[in-house]
């Protein structure tokens, strides 16, 4: 009799649990929750599109190189007898560098200078006496070229001696040298490297698809390791072909380098600005959702979530550039992508 009672009494909890829900008790106390928003709406965050001016960039790796450079070599053998400037210290167009022993050549020189003065006397007379009919032309002739080899062989001994001094072709800045004075030396001999780095060079190469897009003139941005500052530059110069092995495009740019925190050799990060757009529209790329046909993005319209396809243009680090679908002041849904639907009810919770 008991566990006759005891069945009666669980089949009747049983049913009247399963009747609960169709008496909307549970949906009651649902409502009556607090935060909710009604029933059906989604949350979602949303962007107004506005134009923006949209930079289209590539970044690449290069380096420093000094404006102009070059190994200070002498053009004669001899032996150094002076040597002028201070290692790492600036130099400027035409400063005497190293000199070499140039005694014999002036002694020579010296000579020949005597013998010039000598028979520039000696024409100056025949040619009087040849006015006079005193002498022949054919006399008058030796004399004159008596006195032009004379002038020829100062110009030779005066270019020689030249030659024992190296100044410096241009301002700039003289690294560490690699001889001292009474070394014997010879145009193999490298005696130290002159440096004009102000401005400065840097190189950098391209992947050839971008070779209609890059031209002189262009503008460049930059970083250097172990400093946080950006740099400014502008291209000169590009190299007229592609390279066949790497496919790439060279390309150098000018920056300025007053301060001298340029050196030559260094790496250098750079941002190439390809094309400069004042009133592109920008979506970020979370918000953009691929279809086998092309692309699309949700806008709301009306409380509810519009399918709305797209063609994109320029990718940057976080947004998409559209180039057609959406117009300023569309509002495009950021989030709850995967729970969107065309015609959905939703509710912008954070409008940017």
Not at 87 to 94: D, I, Y
Not at 139 to 152: I, P
Not at 206 to 235: H, L, N
Request: aromatic content about 6%.
């Amino acid at each position: 009799m008991k566990k006759r009672i005891v069945t009666v009494a669980v089949v009747a909890v049983v049913i009247f649990l399963l009747a609960l829900p169709k008496l909307g008790w549970f949906k009651a106390k649902q409502e009556q929750l607090p935060g909710a928003t009604g029933p059906g709406k989604l949350q979602v965050n949303a962007l107004v599109v506005k134009p923006r001016l949209l930079d289209n960039k590539l970044n690449v790796t290069g380096s420093v190189l000094p404006n102009e450079s070059l190994e200070l070599r002498s053009e004669v053998s001899g032996k150094i007898v002076r040597i002028t400037f201070s290692e790492g210290k600036p130099v400027r167009k035409g400063d005497l560098l190293v000199q070499t022993e140039d005694d014999e050549i002036e002694a020579q020189l010296e000579k020949q200078r005597y013998n010039r003065k000598l028979n520039e006397d000696n024409e100056f007379r025949q040619r009087k006496l040849l006015e006079k009919d005193a002498i022949s032309q054919e006399e008058y002739d030796n004399a004159l070229n008596r006195l032009n080899t004379t002038v020829a062989d100062v110009r030779l001994l005066e270019a020689q001696l030249n030659k024992t001094r190296i100044r410096a072709p241009f301002d700039g800045i003289v690294g560490l040298r690699f001889v001292s004075e009474g070394a014997y030396i010879s145009p193999a001999t490298v005696i130290a490297t002159l440096y004009n780095i102000s401005p400065a060079k840097i190189e950098f190469a391209v992947p050839g698809r971008y070779s209609t897009q890059v031209a002189i003139g262009k503008k460049i941005r930059f970083t250097i390791e172990s400093d946080s500052r950006v740099f400014d530059g502008e291209v000169y110069a590009i190299e007229p072909r592609i390279d066949p092995d790497t496919r790439t495009l060279k390309i150098r740019a000018l920056a300025d380098n007053k301060s001298g925190r340029l050196l030559p050799g260094q790496f250098v990060k750079v941002e190439l600005i390809l094309e400069s757009i004042s009133n592109a529209l920008l979506v970020p790329t979370e918000a953009v959702i691929p279809e086998q046909a092309g692309k699309k993005v949700f806008v709301v319209r009306n409380g509810k979530a519009q399918e709305t396809p797209i063609e994109t243009g320029i990718r940057t680090d976080v947004a998409l550039e559209v180039l057609s679908g959406l117009h300023p002041g569309d509002t495009v849904l950021t989030t709850g992508i995967l729970q969107l639907r065309n015609g959905i009810d939703v509710q912008v919770s954070k409008l940017d």
